[in-house]
């Protein structure tokens, strides 16, 4: 009998997978509310899988039965389910499997919550809605997030950094809401491989210029909003930034990023308010359904993509650079103190971003704050390389 790669793959999950599992199972077998009929759901969940021609994600959900027990744990579920032909090559070479990301990349096409397209904004209004995916520098209980919308052909789509993918059949199992998309979902990466990935190249490529530690120290610091000029906006103000010191790039640099808190889209109005990193005001104006961004009182930028999810925040695309080059210490100072005691308040945003997804958007998050501890050398330093 011939084993089709596919078919190799699965059985090496299932191996890999049974000590965890079993030693799971072992751990909660007193638990006979939860676990009692996991046997029962796991066969009625897998059944309803192949009925809807998803026959591979059934038998990788198959490998891991600790997922059948989290969606009996209580509570709705939506499953973004990669068709057949979209999981394939993700289990072409059974021996460069990884158990860890290959869990991971399942628990990001899981959301903790029921998401009929009747739920999601349309266009550029988008949902953010949680996954089971954990971010530890995302701070508290907040999951990656899954940035969801209805495209103009009616159907919902996940956005992600370089691709969308689109829902083309809905199906229920129990408390289970199944949308099969055309592609699998890959988890949001650090600041410094999206940049690359997305066509960011000026400021990926000075990034890498400026030091092999610098970059890292971007990427690993928790809780950032950013918004990154495209290639064209970098080339733009060559010849002014050629007329700035240090301390001017720096500034208009760290007032590009909010430090200590993720601002998605759904948290923006006309009255939303943050603080830079470099201390300075920045707020928004949305014209015409189009979203404006301003640094101080004299410089603004169209955005023009909004809501990539990146491993410690997320990032939006503007079409120019905010060319402010104030600062302002001890407001960066106040903001600081501002944030940490926001979080400690609500330690998880996760509640936060789904009621603005739903329209709900409470007052604490209106007037945003941001810390002053980001290495502002790193972005200065790389946008003196661009220049």
Known sequence: MKFTPTAVALASLASAAYGQSSSAAAATSTGAATTGNSSDFTTGLAAALTAANLTTLAQVLGAFPQVAQTFQSGGNFTVFAPSNEALSPLLANPAALNLTEVMGTLMYHISPMTLPASALGVGMNHTIAPSLLQEPLLGGNNTAPLVLSIGMDGQPRVRTATQNATVYLNTTYQNVLIHAIDTVLMTPANLT?????????????????VSADLPA???NTPRLTVFAPNNAAFAAVQSVASTLNVTQIGNVLENHIINGTVVYSTMISANTTAVSAAGETISFQIMNGTVYVMSGN???????????????????????????TMSNASAAMAAESSY???ATASPSATAGIAGAAAGATGAGYQTMVAGT???AAVLGAAFAVIA
Do not use: F, K, W, Y
């Open 373 to 375: 501890t980001l290495a």
């Open 193 to 209: 491989a999206t940049a690359s990935a997305g066509n960011l190249t000026s400021l990926a490529s000075a990034l890498t210029a």
């Open 217 to 219: 120290t971007l990427d």
């Open 340 to 342: 940490a005691q926001a």
């Open 298 to 324: 004299t410089t603004m930028a169209r955005v023009i993509r909004t809501d990539i999810p990146i491993t410690n925040g997320v990032v939006h695309i503007i079409e120019s650079v905010l060319a402010n």
